[in-house]
């Protein structure tokens, strides 16, 4: 079974503060990628990512930053969180394009106060 | 652009009735078709998927979906709802286009199903 892990199931940090969300698949999949899930406004992708060290940004990625520096590993960083930050937030990996869909994580749920 | 649209955003249902969840996309082109779906503190799950050849599609737990390529659409069904299927549904699409498995997802359809 494809396993996608996100490194922390709830957060709670402080507005201003750095936050790093850490999110790692097994399954060598080439495509990664970051979404925030909103009550009303479904799934909406920040970022995402098709081979190391390689990123695009997705529908919604001001505030966000992004790193992949292994291929298992794909991480999302809000540089100075702010309250509209708060939110649920997956990761997903896919493998080739000749493949589609995705595969998530459990989400990590970040309050920003 | 690509878009999803899911038309109901919250259904109840009693047990043992019947359910259609409209899901509908726009993009010209060969599109793949999912439905996912998130139990309550769960992860996001495949239901199901389209890809090419017979439009209808079955998935886990009975449920099915059909693609009609003339009305863009892709609604989920299942003819008989149980409570434990009380979850949230997302209809999402990628275009066979570039170099990713991007998905587009609708907005979420939270099920309700009263025992």
Redo the contacts between chains.
Sequence with gaps: DVKVTQSSRYLVKRTGEKVFLECVQDMDHENMFWYRQDPGLGLRLIYFSYDVKMKEKGDIPEGYSVSREKKERFSLILESASTNQTSMYLCASSPTRTIPGAFFGQGTRLTVV | AQSVS?HN?HVILSEAASLELGCNYSYGGTV?L?W?VQYPG?????LL?Y?SGDPLVKGIKGFEAEFIKSKFSFNLRKPSVQWSDTAEY?C?V?A?S???????????TLLAVQP
């Design positions: 899911q955003h793949n999912f996912y769960q992860h996001l799950q495949l998927k890809f997302f999402a990628n066979e570039g170099a990713t498995n991007k998905l587009i997802f609708g907005t979420g």
